[in-house]
C-alpha cells in the first residue's frame, strides 16, 4: 500500500528568468508504508528538492502529491497538519536549534500542534529517549550540547510531533563514526517503537545497506532506478556508470566473484558477508 | 544556484554590459548631470530619445525595468501633483474652486516625470543591471583611490562592502533554509496580529544571528591564514583594463551633454525655469 504517491512530479526554480533550473521532471513514486526507504544520487539530483515536496514545503510545478491517496495541496490553508503528519529533518537541523533549553526546543512542534501541557512533556520524554538524549541534558542550552548530540535533539524535535512519515535529509553527514552510529541507532528505535515509514537521503552507501528496505536512485532529476536494496546493490556496473558506488563489502564480493571464488547471493552488509567469508577461509 | 540572482543584476550579452564598471560610474554620473541640463522641450525629447537608445543597447527587458520604477511611483505622482497643481503661469487652462492649472504647470509636471524616470533607467543600466555588485564596489574602489593620499581606508572600506555583498544571498539562502525547517515544526509566520508574528520570527532570528557569528569567525580565521593584511601592496586578481569602446561610451555622453547646452541656448517652444 503506498503511503506517498508522486504522479507526473515537475519542480522548476525561478521560472522565466535567465536563472531558471529544472530540478525534477516527470517523477513518479510511491512510497511504500511501514519500510525504510532510502534516496540517493548525486549532489543536484533533485534529492533534497524532492523530500521538500512530499511534506509541503515547496508546491510542485506540475504533478500531484498523494499522501494515503489524499493530494496534500486540495486544501492549501491546512498544509500545516501535512506537516506534521510528514515529518521533515532538513540537513544539518542542528542550526534550527533556537530554545533555552533542550526540552523547550523538543517541545516547539507539538507546541505548535495545540497539545496539552502534560501531552507535550510526555512527548518530549519519549523522543528523547529514541534519540538516546540523557534526561540531564534536557534542560541544558542546546548551545552547549555536542555536534551530534544538537543533530539528535533536532531529530527528537521532529519525531516528538509523532509523525506517520519520518522524512531524514543526510542525517549523519559531517559526523564522526559514533555519531553516525548513534544516528542509525535512533532511526532503528525509532522503526521498533512506531513502526512508522520512514525516507531517508543520503550519499553514504554503507548506512543504505544497513537500514533501508527499499532504495531510489535519482539522477538528473528523473529515477533512474529503484527497488529492493538487494536489487539495487546488485546492478553495480549500472550505478558506478552514473558515478555512484555500492557498499565497499559488496564491491569487495563482487571482485571475489570477478576472480573465480564462487559465492551465490551478493552481501551488501559486511554482517552478512562475514559467515559467507569465513566458509570461504575454511 | 541563487548566489548571483540578488540584487537587479540581469546577466545578458550587451555592450554596455561589456563596458569598464569604473566608466559605467562615471557615465551614470554624467549621465544623471545630463538630465539636468535639459530645459526645454526639444531637450527632454533628446533626453528621452537617449534613455530608448539605452534601453535597446543593453538588451534588458523592459518588463525589468519597469520593476525598478515601481518603488519610486509614489514619489513620482508626488512630484506630478504638486508641479501641476502649485505651478503659477501666464496660460490659465483650467480653474474650479481654488485650483488653478496653468499651461507652465502641465508643462513643468511632464518634464519632471521624464527626467525622474530618464534618471531611475538611465543609472540602473549603467550600474545595477548591467554590472555586479563586486564589479561595482571594485570600481568605486579604483575612482576613491586617490584618497588613500589622504588615509582614508578606501580599500578596508571597499573590502567590507565586497563581504557584506557576498553574504547577503549566503544569509538570504540560510534564511530560507531555516524558516523552511520551523515551517516544517509547524510555524506559522503569515496569520495572527502583528505582535504574534513578530513573536513567530524568533525561532528564525536566534538561529540566523547564530549562524552570521560563526560565519564571521571562520571567515575571518580563513582570511588570516591566508595572510590578509589590508590593502597595502596587495595586487589584484581581475586587473581592470580600459578599452577604447569604454572612451567612446564616455565621448558619447560629453558630447550629448554639450548637444544638451547648445539646444538649451538656441532654445525653442516652453523653457522650464
Known amino acids: ?282 | 544556484m541563487n548566489n548571483i540572482s540578488f540584487g537587479q543584476y540581469y546577466p545578458a550579452d550587451s555592450l554596455i554590459h561589456s563596458l569598464d564598471a569604473r566608466f559605467k560610474v562615471i557615465c551614470a554620473f554624467l549621465y544623471i548631470v545630463c538630465s539636468f541640463l535639459c530645459k526645454n522641450i526639444l531637450s527632454f525629447a533628446a533626453l528621452l530619445a537617449s534613455a530608448v537608445i539605452l534601453v535597446a543597447v543593453s538588451g534588458i527587458p523592459m518588463r525589468i525595468l519597469l520593476r525598478a520604477l515601481r518603488p519610486i511611483i509614489f514619489i513620482l505622482l508626488f512630484t506630478v501633483v504638486i508641479n501641476m497643481f502649485w505651478t503659477t503661469g501666464e496660460t490659465l487652462l483650467f480653474s474650479w474652486w481654488k485650483i488653478r492649472v496653468y499651461y507652465e504647470g502641465i508643462m513643468n509636471a511632464l518634464f519632471i516625470a521624464v527626467r525622474i524616470v530618464v534618471l531611475i533607467i538611465g543609472t540602473s543600466i549603467f550600474m545595477t543591471y548591467t554590472t555586479t555588485p563586486i564589479a561595482l564596489t571594485d570600481a568605486l574602489e579604483s575612482l576613491l583611490s586617490p584618497l588613500k593620499v589622504v588615509k582614508a581606508p578606501v580599500h578596508e572600506f571597499a573590502m567590507m562592502i565586497t563581504i557584506a555583498l557576498r553574504f547577503i544571498p549566503t544569509l538570504t539562502e540560510e534564511t530560507n533554509r531555516i524558516m523552511a525547517a520551523q515551517k516544517a515544526r509547524g510555524a506559522d509566520f503569515t496569520s495572527g496580529s502583528a505582535f504574534k508574528r513578530a513573536r513567530a520570527l524568533i525561532p528564525v532570528l536566534v538561529p540566523l544571528f547564530v549562524s552570521a557569528f560563526r560565519r564571521a569567525d571562520e571567515l575571518a580565521t580563513a582570511m588570516e591564514c591566508r595572510c590578509y593584511h589590508g590593502g597595502e601592496g596587495r595586487t589584484r586578481l581581475n586587473v581592470p583594463h580600459c578599452r577604447p569602446r569604454d572612451f567612446v561610451m564616455l565621448f558619447v555622453i560629453i558630447a550629448f551633454g554639450a548637444g544638451l547646452i547648445l539646444i538649451n541656448i538656441y532654445g525653442v517652444g516652453y523653457t522650464m525655469k
Open chain 1, 1 to 282: 500500500m503506498a503511503k506517498i504517491r508522486l504522479e507526473k512530479i515537475n519542480y522548476v526554480y525561478s521560472p522565466g528568468t535567465p536563472f531558471e533550473t529544472r530540478a525534477l521532471r516527470d517523477v513518479d513514486l510511491e512510497i511504500k508504508e511501514g519500510i525504510v526507504t532510502g534516496i540517493i544520487g548525486h549532489t543536484g539530483s533533485g534529492k533534497s528538492t524532492m523530500v521538500m515536496l512530499l511534506n509541503g514545503l515547496e508546491k510542485p510545478t506540475s504533478g500531484r502529491v498523494l499522501l494515503d491517496g489524499v493530494d496534500i495541496w486540495e486544501k492549501p490553508k491546512e498544509i500545516s497538519k501535512v506537516r506534521f503528519r510528514v515529518g521533515l529533518v532538513m540537513q544539518y537541523p542542528e542550526y534550527q536549534l533556537f530554545e533555552e533549553t533542550v526540552a523547550k526546543d523538543i517541545a516547539f512542534g507539538p507546541r505548535n500542534m495545540g497539545l496539552s501541557e502534560e501531552e507535550i512533556a510526555a512527548r518530549v520524554r519519549e523522543a528523547a529517549g529514541i534519540v538516546g538524549l540523557a534526561p540531564e541534558l534536557l534542560e541544558k542550552s542546546p548551545f552547549e550540547l555536542s555536534g551530534g548530540e544538537k543533530r539528535r535533539a533536532a531529530i527528537a524535535g521532529i519525531i516528538a510531533m509523532k509523525p506517520e512519515v519520518l522524512v531524514l535529509d543526510e542525517p549523519a553527514a559531517g559526523l564522526d563514526p559514533a555519531g553516525r552510529e548513534r544516528i542509525l541507532a535512533t532511526i532503528r528505535k525509532y522503526r521498533e517503537q512506531t513502526g512508522g515509514t520512514v525516507i531517508i537521503v543520503s550519499h553514504s552507501m554503507e548506512d543504505m545497506a544497513e537500514i533501508c528496505d527499499e532504495i531510489v536512485v535519482m539522477l538528473e532529476g528523473s529515477i533512474f532506478m529503484s527497488g529492493s536494496t538487494a536489487e539495487v546493490f546488485s546492478k553495480a556496473g549500472e550505478l558506478r556508470r552514473i558515478g555512484l558506488d555500492v557498499p565497499e563489502i559488496t564491491g569487495l564480493m563482487l571482485k571475489l566473484r570477478d576472480m573465480g571464488v564462487e559465492i551465490d547471493t551478493i552481501p551488501y552488509t559486511v554482517s552478512d558477508a562475514v559467515p559467507k567469508l569465513m566458509k570461504l577461509l575454511k
